[in-house]
């Protein structure tokens, strides 16, 4: 009788110990969203851009990889291209995409830039990945003179995954 009087003593003392299960990941989705989660929400027609459709996010950074001298683009376009580290640069994601801008884009190449996609159009616009309907007011230049990755890759390769490689350095 001792024991089980014991036992249940110390049990019941154990558990007015035990606090509620707290949920620690709750917190707020940070405004920063890469180009490859992007590109992912294109899913065959256009998509407004907002924070339900972006999880959360609502900004994307990278840097400006093409020459709006060069008139290699439609007026009022840009190319950017993010790089996501990782601590294996094997498996560093590269990813890009055409910016169609409300007025001609005065970004030279290499300026990182953050951009408000909110209310953004993603669709493709002559067979590329594009956001269009972006104000020179939701443009913010970081840094300029930063180099974008240019990523080898052989023609067959280009060939089979074209995804990957749209509107990134080859």
Request: glycine fraction near 10%; charged fraction near 15%.
């Amino acid at each position: 009788f001792r024991l089980s009087l014991t036992m249940l003593v110390l049990s019941a003392g154990l558990s007015s110990c035990m606090k509620e299960d707290f949920n620690t990941s709750e917190g707020k989705v940070g405004e920063m969203i890469t180009l490859l989660d992007v590109r992912q929400a294109y899913k065959g027609s256009d998509v407004t851009l907002n924070t339900a459709s972006l999880n959360g996010g609502t900004t994307i950074s990278g840097i400006v990889i093409s020459d709006k001298d060069g008139k290699n683009l439609p007026a009022n376009s840009l190319v950017l291209q993010q790089t996501a580290a990782s601590s294996n640069s094997f498996t560093d994601m590269t990813r890009g995409i055409v910016i169609n801008m409300t007025t001609e884009p005065a970004y030279a190449v290499g300026d990182s830039l953050h951009i408000n996609v909110s209310g953004g159009k993603l669709g493709r616009v002559g067979g590329n990945l594009t956001i269009s309907g972006i104000t020179a007011a939701q443009v913010t230049v970081i840094a300029t003179g930063k180099a974008a990755l240019v990523r080898p890759v052989t023609l067959g390769k280009l060939h089979s995954t074209m995804e990957y490689y749209e509107s990134t350095l080859v």
